[in-house]
């Protein structure tokens, strides 16, 4: 252990969650435990650590969080009843398993008697049952990956597709000298099988997120141009690369998915799949803005209405959480547009004729259910914009069109990920009884994303009234499940919100994350309700404990009184203002809920960071008498 920590451990302990690795140069001290900690190798340690200190360690079951002993009229067993052991109920159930679970290590159905509950899944079902063993591990790189063995020497290709996604799952976030990611999945990203390829490709997606590793690029790169792979398969290489090299412009990726993109022929990019290929070039210049600018132009060659999407999804994601006004007029713009199929416009001069009904014809909705996306992803910076934006978006649900409405719960969701506004909470509500089946499952994941970890109790009460309201309809029941096992995520103490360190920060790997999964709900029947239900799991990288620890200058955890309240906006008021506001006194480790701030509540040590949250190390203070 370190004695006296040098200034440069507190910025690691800083990187934590973020998936950032400071690359060290020579002849630096205490380098390999400073490699240590950026590498997150300890991170599972203190999130059960917290699990022990907070009591809730005992693993909880989907029934736990279904709660239907209190539904006034439970429906009968049989073919009307919700409770029927169907493949899709039992798939919600692996789903909210893993969810509720996540990186404490245990559960009731897989670590038992996995094979039994695995068997009970159909197909892809399977595939993700088996995933779902990855969230149960998360972060414990050395103990996960020996329980998740035994399966990829399963007959099913499901279940060893499964239990690949697992492994990827089970590294992200965290950093291994060994590589185990790598070593395990390297041979299945070229499988015969594209069901093998899926597992791999996404897991290493997942594993390597942020990290611009040279290695699995070239793994996975490689796979968009082999003939043998479908439209699926190319779909989610490029998402993959788009993860790892998130925000790092890097040339080889962009390149590889424009050429494929060229390639592809019209029929090709109707494909539902195809809008991932646009989705992980973005992901690759996430927050770039300017530098964005060759890529749109590069896109012009590719025909409408795709290139109208992709070049919206591109800028889009280059002005992610930069508030730019200009830009969201713009999308407002793009989605204020009605497109017409029918010939109205017979009266134009001949020359002119052909073009107006090539107009006429080409379709750009898929165009405008990106841009309400990307109102949300540029505005959910700050607080005022996210205001604004939530304003427009109720304009947009009353007067836009079907595939807006579709969109628009979504992106209420994306600008307040796990802060439960009671507004924001009312509009889903509303909308999850829509008579458009897909604005109704849009609305209710919506819900999810927007309680995710905060076990928010009238949260929890209006999905129980849904649940029964939606008893007989499978694929909205389904949605009700994922969205209370996202709201019970690790058992209320982990965070999708991708922004840190007194949410004046974006950490991009949680974006790219957020806006994967989002996007593959713009179709959410094929997708998501259809055979890719895996993709739900793209919300792995932007779960993070939403704890605050403290360690004394040997690294070692060190319970200090805090308190805890309502985060105060100070800047530019003269003197000591405080802070806090409505505060309780805790010890350490304590949870911090979104807009909540800690402080010190005595002076017996100082703070080595000016920002409270996350893992922060303390110095005795050489002035207390104590």
């Known amino acids: 252990m370190i004695r006296r920590p040098p200034r440069s451990t507190l910025f690691p302990y800083t990187t934590l969650f973020r998936s950032i690795f400071l690359e060290l140069g020579e002849n630096v001290d205490d380098e390999d435990d400073l490699l240590e900690i950026m590498s997150n190798s300890q991170l599972n340690n203190h999130f059960l650590s917290l699990g022990r200190e907070l009591d809730i360690m005992e693993a909880k079951t989907p029934d736990d969080i279904y709660k239907t002993h209190l539904e006034s009229n439970r429906p009968?067993?049989?073919?009307?009843?919700?409770?029927?052991?169907?493949?899709?109920?039992?798939?919600?159930?692996?789903?909210v398993n893993g969810f509720v679970n996540a990186a404490f290590g245990q559960d009731k159905l897989l670590m038992q008697d996995g094979n039994k509950w695995l068997h009970k899944n159909k197909e892809h079902g399977m595939l993700s049952a088996t995933a779902s063993l990855g969230l149960i591990l998360l972060w414990d790189v050395d103990g996960g990956l020996t329980q998740i063995d035994k399966y990829l020497y399963s007959a099913e290709d499901y279940i060893k597709s499964g239990s690949l996604l697992a492994c990827g799952i089970v590294n992200c976030g965290v950093r291994n000298d060994c590589d185990p990611a790598l070593a395990l999945l390297s041979d299945y990203v070229l499988h015969t099988s594209n069901i093998m390829r899926i597992g791999a490709i996404v897991g290493l997606g997942l594993a390597y997120v942020g990290s611009n590793k040279e290695e699995v690029l070239s793994l996975l790169l490689p796979v968009m141009a082999d003939p043998k792979s479908n439209i699926e398969v190319i779909g989610m290489a490029a998402l993959a690369c788009g993860l790892i090299g998130v925000g790092s412009c890097n040339a080889d990726v962009t390149s590889t998915i424009l050429q494929t993109l060229m390639e592809k022929t019209p029929k090709d990019l109707k494909?539902?799949?195809?809008?991932?290929?646009?989705?992980?070039l973005g992901l690759c210049y996430l927050g770039k803005q300017e530098s964005v600018d060759a890529i749109i132009a590069a896109l012009e060659v590719i025909p409408e209405p795709f290139k109208s999407m992709a070049t919206t999804m591109v800028d889009m994601c280059a002005y992610a959480g930069t508030g730019n006004v200009l830009k969201i007029q713009h999308l407002l713009h793009v989605c204020s547009e009605h497109h017409e199929h029918s010939d109205k416009e017979e009266k134009k001069d001949d020359k002119k004729e052909d073009k107006d009904k090539e107009k006429i014809n080409v379709d750009l909705s898929s165009q405008q259910a990106v841009a309400v996306l990307g109102i949300a992803l540029i505005a959910m910076g700050e607080d005022i914009g996210a205001d604004m934006a939530f304003r427009m978006f109720g304009y947009l649900l009353r007067y836009g069109e079907p595939v807006i409405r579709r969109a628009v719960p979504l992106a209420l969701g994306l600008i307040s990920v796990s802060n439960p506004k009671?507004?924001?909470?009312?509009?889903?509500?509303?909308?999850?009884?829509?008579?458009?089946?897909?604005?109704?499952?849009?609305?209710?994941?919506?819900?999810?994303?927007?309680?995710?970890?905060?076990?928010?109790?009238?949260?929890?009460?209006?999905?129980?009234?849904?649940?029964?309201?939606?008893?007989?309809?499978?694929?909205?029941?389904?949605?009700v499940r994922i969205a209370q096992g996202l709201a019970h995520l690790g058992k209320g103490t982990l965070t999708l919100c991708p922004y840190h360190s007194d949410r004046q920060l974006m950490n991009p790997v949680a974006v790219g994350g957020l806006l994967a999964a989002l996007i593959a709900f713009l179709d959410v029947k094929n997708i998501i309700l259809g055979k890719s239900h895996y993709m739900l799991y793209f919300l792995v990288p932007a779960m993070q404990p939403r704890m605050l620890v403290t360690f004394d200058e040997s690294l070692r955890p060190l319970p200090v009184p805090v308190r805890v309240g309502q985060a105060v906006d100070v800047v530019g008021q003269a003197g000591k203002p405080k802070t806090i506001t409505g505060f309780q006194t805790h010890t350490t480790p304590v949870l911090l809920a979104h807009g909540e701030r800690a402080e010190l509540a005595g002076d017996e040590y100082i703070p080595l960071t000016p920002i409270i949250e996350g893992f922060v190390i303390l110095r005795k203070n050489p002035d207390f008498d104590g």
């Open 76 to 95: 009968s067993y049989g073919p009307s009843g919700s409770q029927v052991d169907s493949a899709r109920h039992n798939l919600a159930s692996s789903f």
């Open 271 to 280: 494909d539902t799949y195809a809008r991932f290929l646009p989705l992980g």
């Open 422 to 479: 009671i507004n924001i909470l009312e509009t889903l509500s509303k909308f999850s009884h829509d008579s458009d089946p897909e604005v109704a499952h849009n609305a209710i994941f919506a819900m999810g994303v927007v309680g995710a970890g905060t076990n928010n109790a009238r949260l929890a009460a209006m999905l129980r009234q849904l649940a029964q309201y939606h008893a007989k309809d499978p694929n909205n029941l389904f949605m």
